[in-house]
């Protein structure tokens, strides 16, 4: 079983939270499940669904199970969700770094969502409203979020990509990535991974605005800012866990 969460001593409950634990870095299979946490696939399977009927965890399209809606309902009503707590003032301070629209995104099944934006006040800008959804197969957020899934989620995500297994692997090398009209034409973004429990990429940082100011190499104006916010906030994280 994946250690990776402190045992309570209840079996059942720590293995529903190694279920949990193993759907945080995205969606995953059955068969996945089993390999992630080391459970018999009887009791992965019993787990998950008795998890889906109380909305904590759901499909995507592909039957693959995802966290549930459940878990943003219950990290809403307590408002101490510690990833956006923390990154919301790196966020402004990115924004004012940069002169640019700062987001931050989740992995929710199919698609990455803005949890969080700091916006330009002025300006041409890529405004993206905390909440929308957008595309996996586009965007440097989408690459982040992608990047350090196992070989075979990559190679699934990537058919109809805007991005290639190559540039994921640069990706992963220089730990940030850029996207030049991907999403949208005439929109430029850089973004860089957020780790959580593990190592685990849990969240992108990004800043997005028009070609005209980020350039075609966005990458070379902004990524030392990018990768330096989305450090902040994983320091931060990891501090908050071991208060």
Not at 14 to 35: I, Y
Not at 52 to 73: A, I
Request: net charge positive; proline share 5%.
């Amino acid at each position: 079983m994946d250690n990776s969460s402190p045992s309570s001593g209840v079996g059942v409950l720590d293995k529903t939270m190694s279920v949990l634990d193993a759907l945080e870095s995205g969606p995953a299979s059955l068969a996945q499940l089993v390999r992630i946490t080391g459970l018999a696939r009887p009791t992965a399977h019993r787990l998950a669904v008795a998890l889906e009927r109380h909305r904590m965890v759901s499909r995507d399209s592909q039957g693959r199970f995802v966290l549930g809606p459940r878990l943003g309902e219950l990290s809403i009503a307590t408002g101490e969700d510690r990833l956006l707590a923390v990154s919301t003032p790196v966020l402004a301070q990115l924004r004012d770094l940069t002169g640019e629209s700062a987001q931050l995104y989740r992995r929710q099944g199919d698609v990455r969502v803005c949890v969080a934006a700091a916006e330009r006040t002025s300006g041409l800008r890529d405004t993206v409203p905390v909440g929308s959804e957008l595309p996996m197969n586009a965007g440097s957020a989408a690459q982040i979020l992608l990047a350090w899934e196992d070989a075979d989620r990559i190679r699934r995500s990537l058919r109809g990509a805007h991005f290639t297994a190559q540039s994921l692997t640069q990706v992963r090398r220089r730990r940030w990535a850029q996207s030049v009209g991907e999403r949208e034409q005439g929109v430029a973004s850089v973004s860089a991974p957020i780790h959580g429990p593990g190592g685990r990429v849990i969240a992108a940082v990004s800043v997005s605005g028009p070609i005209e100011r980020l350039t075609r190499s966005p990458g070379r104006l902004h990524a030392p800012a990018v990768t330096a916010a989305a450090e902040k906030i994983t320091e931060a994280l990891h501090h908050t866990e071991g208060m």
